[in-house]
């Protein structure tokens, strides 16, 4: 088990042996503290597990530790000038051996150098699903914590210029992606790589809170020359009210990747569901998506399909009536499932001459079940 409050008197420790009179290492020992409280509401927020919930708080407490080496070295928080602040806390921690200070446990060690080091990198790079998720909380509760202090402290310069966005921050932003640090060439194309953060955002949670801190349009406020960043900030709201789930759901598992794990177990948990009323819609994942169709429809009352276009999941729902549904993980990108979740919880069933044939599967169901 990790112990968090070891974890921290480490910290503390390690933290003391540096000036916090100095403002750039104060302002990294506070950021990393409210950091560890945004890893763990989205933890919580994804009902992690315990261990997993106090290994994200872990990685969050460790993420910047390269900060204070830089700030005491440079006096400096500029990376493309003087050294990459994540691969030097894996340093740090990894090479120099300070890790066992914080843990005694080797076993998440991968996961917590691949989280710091794609912590502020442009791409989370090669991992597997643990460490995935490790890297995706890290990112979102640093922005999180980022974007907070931009618009209510004032951490940046809003002070933009007349000049035109460039043209690679353009289509990167067109594209729905972070702005690559290459594309940047005024103070402009900074400001657009604040604007837009939620496009490497992860998790509802991370959403809701830019939502209903209206975080966008405070800094949209603070920015001067308004025409040359209006469109930009409409599109972004846009995208964000689309990102937020707004449903309530009920997460089955699995948790985290077991290769003993069944398909059909996680099948017939999510059929269940929407049998008892416990939930009104259910959607499976595996790899085809046809074995968990095959396991759902053998749960009295579920009409489930395998849905991989948007066509596909409008039809069913508008004549099919499916209330389960299942896609395959190797078949569509993380994007495609999103559209196709959305439509499947929005679209609704046109009933005519297609609730006659709904019936008709219906009362066929009940004649072998011997119920109604």
């Known amino acids: 088990m ?52 106090y290994l994200a708080v872990l990685i969050a407490m460790l993420h910047d530790i390269g900060r204070f080496e830089q700030a005491r070295i440079y006096q400096s928080f500029n990376d493309s000038k003087t050294v990459d602040h994540a691969d030097l806390g894996v340093k740090i921690l990894f090479e120099d051996g300070l890790i066992r200070e914080f843990i005694s446990d080797n076993r998440y060690d991968e996961i917590i150098k691949k989280a710091i080091e794609y912590h502020n990198k442009y791409e989370i790079g090669k991992c597997n699903e643990l460490e995935l998720l490790h890297s995706k909380i890290i990112r979102d509760a640093d922005k999180l914590d980022i974007i907070n202090n931009v618009v209510n402290i004032g951490a940046i310069n809003f002070r933009s210029d007349a000049s ?12 729905e992606k972070s702005i690559n640090a290459k594309n940047k060439k005024t103070h402009n194309d900074s400001l657009m790589t ?14 809701h809170k830019y939502e209903q801190q209206g975080y966008i349009d405070k800094m949209y406020e603070m920015i001067e020359h308004k025409e040359i960043f209006s469109d930009y900030v409409d599109e972004l ?10 449903v309530d759901f009920l997460d089955v598992g699995a948790k985290t990747l077991n290769g003993e794990d069944d398909y059909t177990d996680f099948s017939f948990a999510v059929a269940e569901a929407v049998n008892s009323g416990l939930a009104d819609l259910g959607i499976m994942i595996c790899r085809t998506g046809v074995g968990a169709v095959i396991a759902m429809n053998k749960v009295y009352g579920i009409r489930a399909g395998v849905c991989e276009s948007k066509n596909s999941v409008i039809l069913a729902r508008h004549k099919n009536d499916i209330n389960c549904l299942s896609f395959g993980a190797d078949n569509i990108t993380k994007e495609e499932a999103l559209i196709i979740s959305k439509l499947f919880i929005s679209e609704q069933f046109e009933g005519g001459r297609h609730l006659r044939r709904v019936n008709k599967i219906t009362q066929y169901e009940e004649s072998c079940y011997g119920r109604k």
Request: glycine content about 2%; overall charge negative.
């Open 237 to 246: 709201n846009e995208y964000i009210k689309e990102n937020l789930n707004g």
């Open 164 to 175: 035109q966005i460039s043209e690679g921050v353009i289509l990167d932003f067109k594209n």
């Open 2 to 53: 990790i112990n968090l409050d070891s974890a921290k008197k480490a910290f503390d420790k390690y933290v003391s042996n540096y000036d916090m009179n100095d403002p750039l290492i104060s302002l990294k020992y506070s950021h990393t503290y409210r950091v560890c409280k945004e890893s763990l509401n989205i933890a919580k927020s994804i009902n992690l597990d315990l261990e997993n919930t």
């Open 194 to 207: 604040m604007l837009a953060f939620p496009f490497d955002l992860n998790f509802d949670y991370s959403y």
